[in-house]
């Protein structure tokens, strides 16, 4: 039986990795005016850092920024699915209004790339599986620097954090962001509840404020964070989205959130360092993962968090 499920599981991916994206149109469309970047440009880069892309975003809850006039024109933020989308799939997950709605969940290229069909320049996934949107299986702390924070600063923040996180047990992972920050991933395997990982994400951020009161704040409010840098924790709860590796941002220059090595983290000079242009060379020098290890880390957050929410 269990060879069986196997085969026809094996057939379903086959079919799935065998759809053809939809034809693009309008690829001479500009979305990034002052890079003379194209709609076909996107869908280049997208269709070329797919079997690094798609890792992150399969299989979850998925919020895209739709730019259809590009970046300088309106650009919206999108969750739930809509009409005309034909290979992006959903799953029907309750909402905090009480109803309930049609988010999108993309399992292959074709869907992916029928998202940038539909002008999506970046693509933000739950740090949960849809088939389990309760349980976290990631935490994200975006570090975002206020005024007057050099990139050095940021730097030093991350490798702080790592640190403590270490003192509980927790392994972490960085990426820029592709805007003026960093983020630290932490992979939990087994996942828990969300309302064990947002209190813990919520306490270790307002711990480093407490900490260090002139490097960090841990509240959104832009007059406390001049000269300081936000530890943002916001990106976790149920609902809640962080950008995904390698997606683009609606930003000039077409940047790129790029995972790093850590090791390599200090030859880094600018969160945006990585655009559409750069990125698929350092993809291929890379070779391995810059995250190797991510998927397969076994690890939870502290018996002292669990206890706390119980």
Not at 14 to 41: C, E, I, Y
Request: hydrophobic share 45%; with cysteine.
């Amino acid at each position: 039986a269990a060879g069986a499920a196997a085969k026809k599981a094996a057939t379903r991916k086959a079919a799935v990795d065998s759809r053809t994206p939809p034809t693009l149109s309008s690829p001479d469309k500009v979305l990034f005016p002052g890079d003379t970047l194209t709609k076909g440009d996107v869908a280049a880069y997208y269709a070329g850092v797919m079997d690094w892309l798609l890792p992150e975003i399969a299989g979850r809850p998925l919020s895209v920024i739709r730019c259809p006039g590009g970046i300088d024109s309106a650009c919206f933020f999108q969750k739930h699915h809509t009409a005309g989308m034909q290979l992006v799939e959903t799953v029907r997950l309750k909402e905090e209004s009480g109803g309930a709605g049609d988010y999108l969940v993309v399992n292959d290229a074709a869907a992916a790339l029928e998202l940038v069909q539909f002008n999506a320049l970046e693509f933000h996934p739950w740090g949960a599986l849809a088939q389990a949107p309760d349980i976290a299986d990631r935490i994200v702390f975006d570090l975002d620097p206020g005024e007057g924070i050099a990139w050095r600063d940021i730097v030093a923040a991350a490798r702080q954090i790592r640190g403590l996180l270490q003192q509980v047990g927790l392994e972490s992972f960085v990426r820029t962001s592709g805007g003026k920050g960093l983020h630290v991933v932490v992979p939990l395997d087994p996942g828990c509840d969300w309302s064990v990982a947002k209190p813990f994400a919520q306490a270790f951020a307002q711990s480093l404020a407490q900490l260090e009161p002139l490097t960090y704040v841990a509240t959104a409010t832009k007059k406390f964070r001049k000269e300081r840098i936000f530890v943002d924790y916001l990106r976790n709860g149920r609902g809640a989205t962080a950008v995904a590796s390698f997606s683009l941002r609606a930003r000039a220059g077409a940047p790129v959130a790029m995972p790093l090595r850590w090791e390599e983290l200090g030859r880094v000079k600018a969160g945006n360092q990585w655009t559409l242009r750069n990125a698929p060379a350092r993809l291929k020098r890379l070779g391995a993962h810059p995250w190797e290890g991510f998927e397969t880390l076994r690890q939870t957050l502290p018996e002292q968090a669990r206890r706390r929410s119980r």
